[in-house]
């Protein structure tokens, strides 16, 4: 009322009488959230397409570089760091096309949905109303049926996700141990000078913590009562905007830890090589197989793994080669690259 | 394991050599979840399409029957039972329309997503796999990029907050106090014979009230670790079956409740009038603001309430009609009926 | 950094050396998280003690006021308000005392945990720290052991769904058709001067909503990864102090609501006559259950409420007397005010 | 009804009068929960207490174990492995004591908490039935109380996280570049068997995982309405049954992964070495912060270290040996077994 008041002393004797005509407070907050989230996603929409951009980028300087495929944090098969990119670049890219996607619509429906003391005029009104804004133009106003907030939520939570996948990659290959790549300002520690710790991927991760939570908080608060929620429409205000901040956050950083990450293809060779040709495993069963069935190679090479062997004593040493087992890992690559480049143009 | 053997025993030798080649458990278990996705959601489609069939035959028949609209749980100002259930029309068809669209991908890979035991074949092999099985053939493997199991997670909560907004409505409107509506079959209880519980309703919401804790865990599992998660996929299994069956159940009895729904416009007409007008504040507010502006109006309304007056003290008694004051309700429920119908052909 | 030159700066040549020694950052943060809590935790306390208080005063006051309990929001058997008040001091006294007994360590460990920097004086080290602070001493650094948060995280969630309980059942005791209870500090609208709102008791319940998804969000970062976790630790700051602001303002708003409140026994029996003595269905069937065998009093009583009989066809006036079926309903209310007065004294 | 028809039949005329006299199926329905959750308990705190032996056995026969601390997953400072071991006695022990002393009340209220149909005899009964079941009696019926269920859930969610800790870290440890423990009984793979996948922290952390979403929807659901929820308390039962089962499901899987695991001290040793001295920066710049002050020492070593340089150039070998930089990690060790033993005693 307060700042009905102010807007009404704010402007002409006959525009005065049209201030906040129609409308209820919640025409106005709802509306405003819809700006605010607009806004909002347009950073968020850039930050992931920065950051798919820069995946994209190390897809293809990156598509036949190998490394270990790890499958319950355990080397496996040999991959390429290109594969591994284009499956950021597909979550990154698929988020960010479901978050573009979602409708923002205006909300006018006065106090409880009818428009009533705007006469005949309702839908007039409403569409000129969301047509000044740039909103889109419900069929009926939306106070208590929340499926269009409940959809901005869920998108940023999934967007959340995919950028976590690649933070949380991103802290496992920068491990001491494993030192296969390292963000290009990696952070140093107020004791410990040496680390370089993956500051980008680990506050990514930290931010996208935040989204499940806050979609859970705005999906549940989707049952409001009658034509104006005692409650759940108002725990919608701190849940999305504290969204609308950690995805952003989230995408913000993935973005900064992919455009400078360093890569050390040294690296993941030497460590495709720390297993002596176990990594080939599937290889070798593959080969034996077709001599002697699939379930009796399988059981002859876990036996020469099991007491400590060699795979060389069982298979030719082209055999052991990973970069001759990479399979589809290129064309894979490019599908990705050229379902992104489709998309982009 | 022993299950390879049992489908290797129980073909052909030739086709033995082909069972499970190339694939992992991942591809098999993930595709296997698509699937059982793509049945489940049939059902669940078939339940929303029939809540929001009995919703619009509610908009429909009701479109013009008074009612009082309640903001906060207070009487506010007139609307028709049409426009309330057209509101819950819209929530569960725009939910209903989002799960339709969820895009359900096969999932093959092999060890860690290069389908290297298949040579060259990989993308080839992939393609025939998904048409056979009629699932979308995604670029490459999402072993480790879980947007496809988000976006059905996301869905499924939104459209349990759909359907949990019509069951709070009709647990409120069933109200002993209340009484505008009554479930067909309705529920007695052990103790007490003369209730009528809302039994559907009750059920719906207890069963939304599932979905956001679980779609949540799906939301927070997407950080897979490299090319196959250490947790994070397993933890998949149980949240989805989980999440199927309660929306399910959700949808269910959202369409029993509405499909056997009692409707009681005299009992609407009569809360209508237990506020001796003041449910025509606004409108009276409106009239005299045309005289001498908008805040002394207002005041003076209010003046008149707070001292517990009648406002035909101040206004005329055509003014204090209820069906004279639904504003646009008409118009927009028939907005929502053709966008409906729309839809539907 | 910055912070510790600063520091280092502040004080005296000696002193200058033993800035931040032995400690690491997160020695710091975690315990200022924990000196924020207890001063938080304090004002929290305080509103639902205030909360509880003003309960047991309606308890009291309204021991012997008759009502209808509502199951599954339909009218059952009479209670009393009493009763009610005491089901709110209850929940409100017990989340109360976890939360007062969430014990709020100091954390010390240096880089790692072993406090390696101090020699053999890590132990005597934090002890003195612990006490220096007020805060309780750990065992070992729990860096990576999130038990502590969890706890508090824990108590305050179960202190929000506490409060909000209260908040639920004034909204709905405030609704127009009920009317049993209103805010003293009823809120109007911009809209509708006659409306009043239960604005205290909205927004407790939309604070209450944020607690869940915060709680989980804090046991789902438990998992920290080695000696400091990266992203699981830095996801707890925002998450805990949203948690602390929305239970705090949860428990704000439930005491100003429950100070406030009127209550208007009239109305009480009034809502208690409407269903001409089916409220006492129960007590019927029990009386005429002595005669025939229970089943067949049930199905008696049914009978008659099911054609809209009145049950004084077959049972006495005085059988009918809400307030001569109380039961224990006092001695249940006394049993609440002496455990609450044992535990304030 | 049709229960209680089956137990009136099967008891004598007598007895058959009494069968489910003053009591209504929530009573029935809560007090069979806690009974339930009292039988889950007991298994649960059976596994946690196995799981946390376990750990103190690890704690004690390594306390002595040099090891890598690492922080953001960078390696750090060394530790003991006989410290993490008691971190994570501590967590689950803690865990444990919680869960231990969660008051499982027993539920009798009738109709709506009157327990009106047995007149004055509500107190007395209550006591009775309580005892008899040997469940803890309760001020007065917890029908709309749910401090109970929520505190219920919140220590098994507590519990999951303690647990998932204990996981999070093996995974970790046996990665294929890490290779600092094994599971005994280690899973292979359909296609890769070589492979020794730590399956039993894997399936610990999936199970862990479901928790924080299943105790937000009972958070959530403490709101109940009035004298009995509609739906609130209904949404417990699927939500607690299986929050019972996947914690009990992670502790049993935490104890096995315990139980069982095999630690390689040499492993530990060599990784100590990998990054040639760096890990002892911490030491090496306290040593010359006596020398000209902390921040000139800080830059000192950063410099060395930051152009590759190795600190051998600028300190003494025995500066540089690990084992001889562990701090109190052994009296915190020590602290840790002896709270455990006592607690145990």
Known sequence: VPLVEALTDAVDGDAARQVHRGATSQDILDTAAMVVARRARKAILDDLGGAAAAAAELARRHRDTPMAGRTLLQQAVPITFG????????????ARADLAAVVLPAQLGGAAGTLASLGEAGPAVLAAYAQELGLAEPPLAWHANRVAPARLASALGIASGAVAKVAQDVVLLAQTEVGEVA??????????????????????????????????????????????????WQAEWPALSALLATAGSAAAWARACLEGLEVDPDRMRANLELTGGALMAERVVAVLAAERGRLEAHREVEAVLRRGGDLREIAADELLDPAGYLGSAGAFVDRALAAYEAQAH
Chains 1, 2, 3, 4 share one sequence.
Do not use: C, D, F, I
């Not at 594969?83 to 698929?94: D, I, R, T, Y």
């Not at 040496?194 to 989204?211: D, E, Y």
């Open 83 to 94: 594969l591994k990119a284009a499956g950021w670049l597909e979550g990154v890219g698929e």
């Open 183 to 232: 963000e290009a300002a990696s952070g140093g520690s107020s004791t410990m000078p040496h680390k370089r710790n993956p500051v980008a991927a680990v506050n990514a991760l930290a931010s996208a913590r935040q989204a499940p939570g806050l979609a859970a908080t705005l999906l549940g608060a989707m049952a409001h009562e009658h034509e104006r929620a005692a409650g759940a």
